[in-house]
């Protein structure tokens, strides 16, 4: 070997020696300045989108080791990129997986309970609010503890009047099974329409 | 060839930086996030889906997300944040300390916001954990004064910031455009190593000081005994010789003045790595340094020399020997201490210096009969040159070694120790050539390590 051939190796071999110290420093500081209030965040992004996915399939879905994979990746990814698509799409699976449960639910026995609906329906917005809370937040950065307040508040809100919506549903389902399928579905439509409108113009109007 | 396909003309210029249009910075705006987007498809699909298939249970599920947008976008925010970085009072600190600069945000809406701020710095600041990367709420109509702060490891001007100030409103349904602040220059002191010298210097000729004099003049220190002569005072007649030689005899002593201290900073050349310095803690009164290069030595020997003498009451001028050839005008006390580590903190080495001239260098001090003090580490002819004429012009010269004892050329043949090991012999000799033309040359350990040299140039002095 040629001393311009040692002095070659040498310098590639400083130099990849450099790179793992330097990585190895950013690792140790990164570890350092890890704050807890985004970390907690993210892990309950992924948790309730995990139990959401668990509880909209039957339970012998539920344990298959495809499913539980599955649901697993979209949880984690809503929790590593919570700014990005990976919330919709973990909350489109759980969807999905809670409309072919259903199908396959009726087939066997009968209709989902109302109250499953209003604790994956909790859990989706909780998922929801935590990754939109989250989504600008890095791994690192510290939290003052009013956000975090503000944002129980508004869950707490929220959650408590779903499950009185869910209250009002049973209410309805118990008492007036009697209306005319036809009323239903235009006063569905109405509603729903309405309140699509709402929003699309609150998000198209300039804030 | 046609003059277009002339291959000179497509040469780059020497500047390294590609031409490009100025782009101004775009406003700041609110906009909407990807949440708001997820949580207005979520619910258009619930209810569209619950109405199609007759799902009261979609529907369910889309209504806390009904509930929560509605609630969220009742109050939006129209006008974006203001966010302004200033330097902290005195725009300096110490190495070791904490390098400080104040972010005021104002949030001009009667919403409540929040604000994240992600700021970057020089290496040689290490932002503070949650001073760097934090998150606050900002109450309605308020302003909030936060604090960018790190770890000054190394003196120097160093650039805090850029400074990104994103806000958010309405549970993260909204956010701002990314401001970004350009930040500002904190200047960090070197911290002197503590340097104690109990010699007097040669050439004290100024006013008044600490410095024995060769005049006459009312100190402690005694010259000779002296027939009486008309204007001498009546308090220094010595009593016993005046009665033992029946003629009135007086004590005369030496004068005590201050003299000229010129620091030479010889900044041509920069070897060895910068280790900067560990943050101080309570445990500890000094800060704990790395490694050295020659301008760390360079400046901390230069800062303690130059605070020692300024301090002790004489007047203490720095000249840079090198590309950029700055002097800082001779002064005395506290304040020009202070001046002199400003100063100091922010010399430069460019990375492809004009060789100073020695003669011109030289030119400049004629005039000085003080105390000249080199701080080099002795790798270039021309400081030798500089070193050599000055001792030759018979100034007292003191030259401080300020090469850093671990430097070495990276090993990169099996010869590099030997030649490293012959260039060390060559320099060993130019050290002895340089103190047979009587320049006193000493490395750097700091306190009290001139003293010895300090006394043989006073020994010469007076002999």
């Known amino acids: 070997m040629s001393d311009v051939q040692r002095g070659l190796v040498q310098a590639l071999r400083e130099g990849a020696r450099e790179r793992l110290k330097a990585a190895r420093g950013g690792g140790i500081t990164w570890a350092r300045r890890i704050a807890p209030a985004p970390v907690l965040l993210r892990l309950t992004v992924a948790l309730t989108l995990f139990v959401a996915a668990e509880l909209a399939v039957p339970p012998e879905w539920g344990a298959s080791g495809f499913h539980i994979a599955a649901a697993s990746l979209f949880a984690l990814a809503a929790a590593l990129r919570p700014a990005g698509v990976a919330p919709l799409l973990a909350i489109a699976f759980v969807l999905v997986s809670w409309l072919l449960g259903g199908v396959l639910d009726r087939e066997s026995d009968g209709d989902p309970s109302l109250w499953t609906a209003a604790a994956l329906a909790c859990l989706l917005y909780t998922a929801h609010a935590t990754a939109a809370v989250t989504q600008r937040l890095r791994t690192t950065t510290a939290v003052d503890g009013e956000i975090i307040l503000t944002w129980v508040r508004h869950l707490g809100l929220v959650l408590a009047s779903t499950v009185a919506a869910a209250g009002t549903l049973a209410l309805f389902t118990a008492f007036f099974t009697g209306l005319t399928a036809g009323f239903a579905v235009a006063a569905g439509i109405v509603a729903a329409v309405t309140v699509i409108y709402l929003l699309a113009r609150s998000l198209h109007k300039n804030p | ?463």
């Open chain 2, 1 to 463: 060839m046609t003059l277009a396909g002339d291959p000179a003309l497509n040469l780059r210029t020497d500047n390294a930086r590609p031409l490009r249009r100025a782009v101004a910075e775009p406003p700041v705006t609110w906009r909407r996030t990807p949440a708001l987007t997820r949580a207005v498809v979520l619910v258009a699909v619930c209810l569209l889906l619950g109405v199609a298939f007759g799902r009261v249970d979609l529907v369910l599920i889309g209504a806390p997300f009904a509930i929560g947008t509605a609630v969220l976008l009742q109050r939006r925010p129209v006008k974006p944040p203001e966010a302004r970085i200033t330097a902290m009072d005195d725009e300096s600190c110490a190495e070791g300390a904490t390098a400080a600069a104040s972010l005021v945000v104002v949030n001009p809406e009667p919403v409540a916001i929040t604000t994240l701020v992600t700021a970057a710095a020089d290496p040689w600041i290490a932002l503070h954990t949650g001073k760097g990367d934090f998150a606050e709420s900002l109450a309605p109509s308020s302003g909030r004064d936060m604090v960018v702060a790190g770890h000054a490891r190394r003196w120097g001007g160093h650039h805090l910031g850029p400074v990104h100030v994103r806000s958010v409103a309405c549970g993260g349904l909204l956010e701002t455009t990314v401001q970004r602040l350009p930040g500002t220059t904190v200047w960090v002191l070197p911290v002197p190593d503590w340097f104690e010298s109990a010699q007097s210097l040669p050439f004290a000729e100024g006013v008044t000081g600490v410095h024995r004099s060769r005049r006459g003049g009312d100190s402690g220190e005694l010259a000779e005994v002296r027939l009486y002569q008309p204007g001498d005072r009546l308090r220094r007649i010595d009593w016993r010789t005046s009665m033992r030689s029946q003629d009135l005899y007086v004590n005369a002593t030496l004068s005590e003045r201050d003299t000229d201290v010129t620091l030479i900073l010889d900044l041509q050349v920069e070897a060895g790595v910068s280790g900067g310095v560990m943050p101080i803690d309570g445990s500890q009164a000094s800060p704990k340094y790395g490694s050295a290069s020659i301008a760390d030595l360079t400046v901390r020997a230069a800062g303690a020399v130059a605070s020692h003498y300024a301090l002790q009451g004489d007047r203490v001028s720095c000249v840079e020997f090198g590309a950029r050839g700055r002097k800082m005008r001779p002064g005395a006390g506290r304040r020009h201490a202070a001046a002199t580590l400003r100063w100091l903190a922010s010399i430069d080495l460019p990375a492809d210096p004009l060789p100073p001239s020695p003669e011109m260098m030289r030119r400049q001090l004629s005039g000085q009969r003080g105390l000249n003090v080199v701080f080099t580490p002795l790798l270039t002819d021309r400081a030798l040159q500089l070193i050599a004429s000055l001792a030759r012009a018979g100034r007292p010269v003191l030259c401080v070694d300020t090469l850093p004892p671990g430097v070495a050329p990276p090993a990169r043949t099996h010869w590099t120790p030997y030649a490293d090991r012959l260039w060390r012999l060559g320099r060993e000799n130019t050290v002895m050539e340089l103190r047979d033309l009587g320049v006193a040359v000493e490395p750097w350990q700091g306190a009290a390590s001139l003293d010895n040299v300090l006394a043989e140039l006073n020994r010469r002095r007076y002999r």
